[in-house]
């Protein structure tokens, strides 16, 4: 398992990022007119919270001075 452990890592960050902006956005719609439209943000949020992931999980990659050698 230790493998995956920096994707482990990422994957929870990318997971709080989402759950942290999903809720923002959710909040400050209003609650009681929620429609499709509504749904565009929280969506909007989520992708940005896989891009988050990708960088977060390349980011040891992206830093090192031999991506080659990397172990992940």
Known sequence: MTRFTGFQRAARRALATFVFAT??????????DMDVEAWKPVAAAGLGALVN????WAEPIVRADNPVDVKG
Do not use: F
């Open 23 to 32: 809720t923002g956005q959710l909040i400050g719609l209003p609650l009681l």
């Open 53 to 56: 992931l990708a960088y977060r």
